[in-house]
């Protein structure tokens, strides 16, 4: 987005995301002007004659695609995904329903994580043996 400072004309390229959401106050590094500025969808500033007749001679002169050269354009904002937020809410439920399951029975969950830990220990140890009985087999 080009922004022209009112007191001098000087003109500024600026992101139209850096405005967003309610416009904020820029300064005119020349002047030291200070004016807020509303971001905008299209820029709806009026041109000035001058500008117009410059236009109008460069459109003469050049048979070139002018929306390619243009050196900003509007930042379309993401809209959250549906699809994000209700996978957020089912996670979020299966939590609350994993905890208050787990508080709800009989067996703490300290007990329960030690024993799968335990169980996880024994089954471990018994593998390795195993291999390394077979290991000893192969190579004697």
Request: net charge neutral; charged share 20%.
């Amino acid at each position: 987005m080009i922004l022209s400072c009112p007191a001098c004309n000087s003109r500024y390229l600026v992101n139209s995301a850096e405005l967003k959401p309610n416009g904020r106050m820029v300064h005119c590094s020349v002047c030291k002007e200070q004016w807020f500025q509303e971001p905008n969808k299209f820029n709806d500033e009026v041109l000035k004659p001058s500008i117009l007749e410059e236009n109008n001679s460069l459109e003469k002169s050049t048979n070139s695609n002018f929306s390619s050269n243009l050196p900003s354009k509007y930042v379309l904002e993401e809209k959250p995904k549906i699809f994000n937020s209700i996978i957020a809410v089912l996670f979020i439920s299966i939590l609350i329903l994993l905890f208050w399951f787990l508080r709800n029975t009989d067996v703490g969950t300290i007990n329960l994580i030690l024993f799968f830990l335990n169980e996880f220990y024994f089954n471990l140890k018994l593998i390795l043996n195993d291999l390394a009985g077979l290991i000893y087999k192969i190579i004697n």
